[in-house]
């Protein structure tokens, strides 16, 4: 895979889609891409990683490997992407309920097993917030998946939580949080080479 690494401010990024070229001026973003292995036969297919801000010193090569994720992961078609309109706001759901749940001093409805004690949304994700957010995903029927705290090898920066859940045939929702009520990235995508979602 080509990468592009751009450590400095006002980094031009050029972003290849389809035959369409999308530029776009960024202020200290890390920026890594490149063509997709996963794609349809004789459909072009690109990833970029856009991290807006200072490069994280602790993994600096997590961008890097969300893009590689990506370009080994079939691509879902618009088809398939439509049909899975109502399973993407149901992961969607499963995944920020647990952030909100233990971000609240108040009670919050459809909480039930979903608060940690003593513990905050906020804190460094541990076994306690994997197990949370599994049995957040397993609350709204989406079983089976992978939520483990990101190694060296995952699409996430080390020390987030990690997760990739089948919802389709075909298809997965992955990503990651920092925290259970932190930034991340996720959404739906193709599935890996071997049919695995993480």
Do not use: K
Request: aromatic fraction near 4%; include cysteine.
């Amino acid at each position: 895979m080509q990468e592009i690494d751009a450590h400095r401010r006002g980094s031009l990024i050029v972003w290849l889609a389809d035959g369409a070229v999308l530029l776009l001026v960024v202020l200290g973003a890390t920026v890594f891409g490149g063509p997709a292995e996963g794609g349809p036969a004789g459909q072009p297919q690109s990833y970029t990683c856009v991290e807006v801000g200072p490069p994280n010193p602790a993994d600096d090569q997590a961008c890097a490997r969300r893009a590689a994720d990506r370009a080994r992961r079939t691509q879902l078609t618009a088809a398939q992407r439509a049909g899975l309109q109502g399973v993407d706001s149901l992961a969607l759901g499963a995944v920020v309920r647990p952030g909100i749940c233990n971000s609240s001093p108040q009670p919050v409805p459809g909480c039930n097993g979903l608060r940690l004690d003593n513990r905050s949304g906020l804190a460094a994700p541990g076994p306690d917030e994997v197990a949370l957010l599994r049995r957040s995903f397993d609350q709204v029927g989406l079983r089976g998946g992978t939520v483990r705290i990101a190694g060296d090898r995952d699409l996430g920066p080390r020390g987030s939580i990690v997760f990739g859940v089948p919802v389709a045939d075909g298809a997965c929702y992955v990503g990651y949080l920092m925290m259970l009520a932190g930034t991340g990235s996720y959404g739906l995508t193709g599935r890996l080479p071997g049919g695995a979602c993480l």
